[in-house]
T-cell receptor, first 115, second 113 residues
Framework: AQSVTQLGSHVSVSEGALVLLRCNYS??????LFWYVQYPNQGLQLLLK??????LVKGINGFEAEFKKSETSFHLTKPSAHMSDAAEYFC?????????????FGSGTQLTVLP | EPEVTQTPSHQVTQMGQEVILRCVPI?????FYWYRQILGQKVEFLVS????????KSEIFDDQFSVERPDGSNFTLKIRSTKLEDSAMYFC???????????FGSGTRLTVV
């Protein structure tokens, strides 16, 4: 079974500081990987995704993530945090197996940006 | 950009009542999903639907739940007799034949009192 682990349920950074949100997955084959952001009382917005090809993927709002097969990781980064980045972030996996290919989500990381 | 539309955005119901959550997936998508997020917890898969039938369901999706695609555009989740623990945000999602094209709706917040 697929699983996704997000280390750190809460992360606080100062405005302008580096954001690093960690995601590790377990999968027998390299899956497709996604990061979603959820603002308070809102839905899930896709930040970025990795399918094939270049392992460093860029997304919206200045975020990027790097797929590292050897580490089974897909950490999300942003060089300089902005107050508007405060939200919950979910890593998700499509295992590319099974008929439904439903996403499996991590537990989420709540990002707080301090002024 | 095409959207997945969910209605209502909020619903309050009494315990034991039936509720129907509605979704309009993107028109050329083939796979449809319902997910649930209890407040403060992770997003959990409930059920997937393809070719007019359930393709997979989780252990959460028990006999109290059912899904339908009654008219080729709407995709509904019915909870027959709601319990307090059904209170959650319910997300509908759809995707085309590709494995990376998921689109989520904005969710329906269900409160059971």
């Amino acid at each position: 079974a697929q699983s996704v682990t997000q280390l750190g349920s809460h992360v606080s950074v100062s405005e302008g500081a580096l954001v690093l949100l960690r995601c590790n997955y377990s999968s027998s084959v390299p899956p497709y990987l996604f990061w979603y952001v959820q603002y308070p009382n809102q839905g899930l917005q896709l930040l970025l995704k990795y399918t094939t090809g270049a392992t460093l993927v860029k997304g919206i709002n200045g975020f990027e993530a790097e797929f590292k097969k050897s580490e089974t990781s897909f950490h999300l980064t942003k060089p300089s945090a902005h107050m508007s980045d405060a939200a919950e972030y979910f890593c998700a996996v499509n295992p590319l197996s099974g008929s439904a290919r439903q996403l499996t989500f991590g537990s989420g990381t709540q990002l707080t940006v301090l002024p | 950009e095409p959207e997945v539309t969910q209605t209502p955005s909020h619903q309050v119901t009494q315990m034991g009542q039936e509720v129907i959550l509605r979704c309009v997936p993107i028109s050329n998508h083939l796979y449809f999903y319902w997910y649930r997020q209890i407040l403060g917890q992770k997003v959990e898969f409930l059920v997937s639907f393809y070719n007019n039938e359930i393709s997979e369901k989780s252990e959460i999706f028990d006999d109290q739940f059912s899904v339908e695609r009654p008219d080729g555009s709407n995709f509904t989740l019915k909870i027959r007799s709601t319990k307090l623990e059904d209170s959650a945000m319910y997300f509908c999602a759809s995707r085309p034949d590709s494995d990376d094209g998921y689109t989520f709706g904005s969710g329906t917040r269900l409160t059971v009192v």
